[in-house]
């Protein structure tokens, strides 16, 4: 792996991770406290913007169209940087209207990274490394979360959160902008992409499996880190903490997690993924302990790593030159779901928190039964 490790586009993309999970990591660590303490949502307000956050991730089957104008790895540079300037305004905004205007424009720079980064990998690296370069890709991550977990119980009682988030999203701007003189694609030849939507029969289970893991993926993201807060009282220092722990877990587990996709295949490794969730969205619904919710925080991600495979089991079945149309596509088809479960949810927690969970629970023994189809 060490040639891989040469690669331009590894040290490109490697960064770029870094800043845009960081981004996520500062957003998803401030937001519910400063959801609840600041602008005093409720659950309700927290689902409708967890919906909201995810249409751009609906949308991203339009980088198929914005590649006809730009190149796909300027187009992820330009996505980091609408990732920091979002973070960097949140805190100038504290209302219910100020919040989804911040979160769209951090959302937007975040997927659009996202599909690019994976049709990138897909691209620059083959089935016998691109496996260990995603799994390198969430190692690099954890790092940079666990630093930002640290920044901010540091800075926590030094700093308004206004403050926070002018200066971590001001940085992740500033790399946004450095990345975007970069070129990583010289001297390196790949298929030449197709330059519009591609839908094919053949592709079905990859689909539907990018679906169900979008819907699942959603109730986790919207609701286990609100439950925290909500149900047992978690502090942002508590929260902060909990991210530090699970990053510093993922840091050791993500490269070994794409070494097992390679020697035991995706059916395998899917097939542990979702039988475990099944278990863990049940724990949810019916734990007490605040210590045990956050073993199942720390279980989900570490299970969420697994969906790596997904996306390897594309590049086996799939046209190389369907690759970038297809990640978009399937980017877009992983977040229908998501556009509407939150809002859902928020309003089914209304009437008893523990409904979101058993979902979750049931859309896991679907994905579970349909992953067997792999061949």
């Known amino acids: 792996m060490k040639n891989v490790q040469k690669n331009p586009m590894y040290r490109f993309l490697i960064v770029l991770t870094i800043c845009s999970t960081a981004g996520l990591q500062t957003w998803r660590t401030l937001f519910n406290n400063f959801a609840v303490e600041v ?5 309700n307000h927290i689902g409708i913007i967890q919906s909201i956050r995810e249409i751009p991730g609906f949308l991203a089957l339009l980088v198929v169209f914005a590649l006809l104008i730009i190149k796909e790895h300027r187009l992820s540079a330009l ?9 960097a305004i949140t805190g100038l905004l504290p209302t219910y209207g100020g ?9 937007f720079g975040f997927h659009y990274y996202e599909a690019t980064n994976q049709s990138l990998t897909l691209q620059h690296f083959d089935i016998k490394t691109s496996p260990w370069v995603f799994g390198k890709q969430r190692s690099f991550a954890a790092v940079s979360n666990i630093g930002i977990g640290i920044l901010i119980y540091l800075s926590q009682p030094i700093l308004s959160y206004n403050q926070m ?24 030849e790949t298929i030449p992409q197709r330059k519009q939507m591609v839908l094919r029969k053949k592709y079905w289970l990859y689909y539907f499996l990018t ?8 109730i986790f993201i919207a609701f286990a880190i609100f439950l925290m807060v909500k149900k047992f009282d978690f502090s942002l220092k508590e929260i902060a903490v909990l991210f530090i722990i699970n990053n510093i877990i993922n840091y050791f587990l993500s490269p070994t997690i794409g070494k097992a996709i390679i020697r035991f295949g995706e059916r395998k490794v899917l097939s542990l993924e979702y039988f475990s969730l099944i278990f863990v969205f049940f724990a949810y619904a019916v734990v007490q302990s605040k210590l045990l919710v956050s073993v199942l925080y720390i279980l989900d991600h570490i299970f969420f790593n697994f969906s790596i495979a997904i996306r390897t089991y594309f590049q086996k079945i799939g046209d190389p030159a369907d690759i970038a149309p297809s990640m978009s596509v399937g980017f877009t088809i992983n977040h229908i779901a998501a556009v509407v479960l939150p809002a859902v949810g928020g309003f ?27 061949k």
């Open 39 to 43: 602008v005093g949502l409720d659950g």
């Open 211 to 218: 679906f169900m893991a979008g819907a699942r993926r959603q």
């Open 348 to 374: 089914l927690w209304l009437i008893d928190y523990r409904i979101p969970f058993v979902a979750g629970a049931v859309l896991s023994s679907i994905s579970l039964a349909a992953v067997q189809k792999i």
């Open 165 to 188: 988030y002018l200066i971590f999203g001001g940085i992740i701007t500033a790399m946004g902008i450095w990345a975007l003189f970069q070129n990583p694609t010289k001297d390196q």
């Open 99 to 107: 919040l989804i205007l911040t979160t769209l424009i951090m959302s």
């Open 79 to 87: 996505s980091i940087l609408f990732l920091g300037a979002g973070i």
